[in-house]
Nanobody, 115 residues
Framework: QVQLVESGGGLVQAGGSLRPSCAAS????????MGWYRQAPGKQRELVAF???????NNADPVKGRFTIPRDNAKNTVYLQMNSLRPEDTAVYYC?????????WGQGTQVTVSS
């Protein structure tokens, strides 16, 4: 089992920044990659960014150049550094841990960007 605890969402004006975090615990050794997904009202959940266990990051096209996914191995924590936020980034953001045979999810954190 892997447990994920998120924090750090909130309300910000367009152009601002947020940095939610996701702390993993439990069977950390099973994790292949950790990442962030988001789901806006009426839309499907979509991948935002992920980082492999070897430290290779990948960002989805809508956030390239604006978001990064740093991690702190000592704290088993990944972050989503979101800069130059836009109203269309408004969504519930979910942390994800991919293991062989499945995925684990955080509880979600709301990010709202006002225009």
């Amino acid at each position: 089992q892997v447990q994920l605890v998120e924090s750090g969402g909130g309300l910000v004006q367009a152009g601002g920044s947020l940095r939610p975090s996701c702390a993993a615990s439990g069977s950390i050794f099973r994790i292949n990659a950790m990442g962030w997904y988001r789901q806006a009202p009426g839309k499907q959940r979509e991948l935002v960014a992920f980082i492999t266990h070897t430290g290779r990051p990948n960002n989805a096209d809508p956030v390239k150049g604006r978001f990064t996914i740093p991690r702190d191995n000592a704290k088993n924590t990944v972050y989503l550094q979101m800069n130059s936020l836009r109203p269309e980034d408004t969504a519930v953001y979910y942390c994800n841990a991919n293991v062989i045979g499945g995925d684990y999810w955080g509880q979600g954190t709301q990010v709202t960007v006002s225009s």
